[in-house]
């Protein structure tokens, strides 16, 4: 129930690239490609910074939102 944790669904690495002997979009297509492989799986590549500020900013994960209010946390959680 931790709320910065992500669900079972979702998992967030960071991962280090080097980019000396190559261009970045050059190692991007090609993690993009072998990424390609795994049918089902959405991913998403990006700036750790980036992630942690459109988590700050929506405070929530999703790209899309919907906000439900309320007093009762079980409730709304059910509700969720």
């Not at 000396?20 to 750790?48: C, D, M, N, W, Y």
């Not at 500020?53 to 946390?73: C, E």
Request: positive net charge; glycine residues 6%; without cysteine.
């Amino acid at each position: 129930m931790d709320e910065h944790s992500l669900g079972l669904h979702a998992h967030q690495l960071e991962v280090g690239l080097d980019f000396s002997r190559t261009t970045k979009e050059h190692r991007l297509a090609r993690v993009r490609q072998k990424l390609s492989l795994l049918l089902g799986f959405v991913f998403i590549i990006g700036q750790p910074i980036n992630h942690r500020i459109d988590h700050m900013l929506s405070a929530t994960r999703a790209n899309i939102a919907v906000k439900i209010l309320g007093a009762d946390l079980i409730k709304l959680r059910r509700l969720a």
